[in-house]
């Protein structure tokens, strides 16, 4: 039986104080305080649809807003995630997943190429959910994509409500998530041409 993947990140800064531990190959507990109720809500959609146990703590300066405490908890579950991942042999690589959420529709493309990349097509009607500015979601995926090293396509395909588009694009990250970091027995060493994947 194949080891689990385990990765570790911490990261201190005037701004914001974090840990962060992942276990790819876990059951989906989410352990996580912000400071954001909301988003903590997101991450924990997130990991349990990636099957992906998350610990994280921040201490953000959200006196200030909750930009840092977003934009670094991206950071940092990046590289545990990174991390986790190792040379990424025997993966799967690629995937993606759609994500209903009651009218709301999100599509997700991974590529676990070692190419950070964002492209995020979504839009919301408001500025904050609950506690959470909306604007921040894409400077997570952002930060998160970038320390991973994933190529990371989101499109938001339908919706009205924003907390149903919110969830759906953080359920759907999780479900592609998943899908390309779970390990494939046909799959010797990378999935690469060059035999690597950087």
């Known amino acids: 039986m194949n080891e689990q993947r385990h990765g570790h990140c911490e990261r ?3 701004e914001t104080q ?3 531990s992942v276990c790819l190959d876990g059951s989906g507990k989410g352990d996580i305080h912000t400071g954001i109720g909301f988003f903590d809500h997101m991450l924990e959609a997130m990991s349990r649809f990636a099957r992906m146990d998350v610990m994280i ?3 953000g300066d959200l006196d200030v807003d909750g ?6 908890t991206g950071i940092c579950l990046g590289r545990a995630i990174r991390e986790a ?12 997943a759609y ?3 009651d009218e709301a529709l999100a599509f997700c493309v991974i590529d676990i190429s070692g190419r950070p990349y964002l492209a995020f097509d979504a839009s919301f009607d408001h500025p904050m959910c609950g506690g959470m500015d909306t604007q921040l979601a894409e400077e997570f995926f952002r930060a998160l994509a970038v320390q991973a ?4 396509h989101m499109r938001l395909e339908s919706g009205r ?5 919110m969830e759906a694009l953080f359920k759907a990250f999780g479900l592609a998530l998943h899908s390309g970091a779970c390990r494939d027995s046909g799959v010797q060493g990378v999935l690469s041409t060059k035999g690597l994947l950087d």
């Open 12 to 14: 201190r800064s005037r």
């Open 85 to 96: 991942l190792g040379d990424r042999s025997g993966i799967v690589r690629a995937a993606h």
């Open 99 to 101: 994500m209903p959420m």
């Open 67 to 72: 930009h840092h405490t977003v934009e670094d």
């Open 18 to 20: 974090i840990e962060c």
């Open 149 to 152: 090293g994933l190529t990371v």
């Open 57 to 59: 703590r921040c201490q």
């Open 161 to 165: 409500n924003d907390h149903h588009r």
